[in-house]
């Protein structure tokens, strides 16, 4: 029996954080639909229902934090939990990025215990 009915959306630019990302989900038994870029993944959340969102911030084109701003202005999709990926945390980044409507932020390389537990809060 899946983790959930609906897959979680990653979308991540980077071929071995996608990977690594979909391994830890698949193994927890969780359905993961890929998105190489921002614009896909918004794609994507058009056509599909999704329990939850990975986002990594850094990507080409439109970024992760304006990624989540569309989307929470979305009212189909809208309150869908959001998790943040991203390698580079400073205070104010930080900040920027909660801001754009995360309901949580992760550093990258992501440690599994903390993405399911984190994930696992966000999806009750």
């Known amino acids: 029996m899946s983790n ?11 071929a071995d954080n996608r990977q690594l990302v979909t391994w830890i989900l698949e ?7 890929e998105a190489e870029n921002a614009e896909q993944g918004l794609a994507m959340l058009e056509d599909n229902r999704y329990a939850l969102i990975l986002m990594d911030i850094t990507l080409p084109g439109i970024d992760g934090k304006e990624a989540t701003r569309i989307i929470r202005q ?15 945390i400073v ?7 909660m801001a754009s409507g995360v309901d949580a932020l992760l550093n990258k390389p992501v440690e599994e215990e ?11």
Request: aromatic share 4%.
């Open 4 to 14: 959930s009915t609906l897959p979680i959306l990653l979308v991540e630019d980077n």
């Open 91 to 97: 205070a104010e980044e930080k900040q920027n990025i």
């Open 114 to 124: 903390d993405l399911l537990a984190t994930m696992s809060t966000l999806m009750k």
């Open 27 to 33: 193994d927890a038994d969780f359905q993961v639909a």
């Open 74 to 88: 979305n009212q189909t999709y809208g309150d869908t939990p959001i998790i943040a990926l991203t390698a580079h």
